[in-house]
């Protein structure tokens, strides 16, 4: 995957809005003071384009850390990848709908790992999918 998507860094977005986070028990957290994390909430995540070969896709960053991001995507009906050589691992998990992948059909629950230097020829969606990508930017 490329590290920006039309035109956005996936490092960029509000971080503002996720200094304090709320437990179970009541407590706040000072999520800014955790050195090492990047925790981010799926509601204050703001949506950004997730571009391919055609469809329609659009993607939440829900977390960078030593150069790697977390990134979750919503690929609608149609939507295809573009081809692309990883430059380092990509790893991918399926949570709704179905994709295919090097020609392969995965479904909710499956996932892949690519490594570096593999040809990623094949990517598309007829059903539409949600899935979660995590690749070094």
Partial sequence: ?????????????DRESQDVDSQEDGRDVNVSELTGWDIVHV??????????AGGEARAKVLGTADGYAVVL????????????????????YVLTGSVRNQGVEMRAGDGYAAAAGSSHDDFATDTGATYLVIFRI
């Fill in 73 to 92: 995507v919503e690929a609608h009906a149609g939507y295809r990848g573009t081809p692309h050589v990883h430059g380092h691992a990509e790893f991918n």
């Fill in 1 to 13: 995957m490329e590290a920006t998507k039309s035109g956005q860094d996936v490092n960029s977005r």
């Fill in 43 to 52: 509601d204050g995540a703001e949506w950004m384009p997730w571009t391919g």
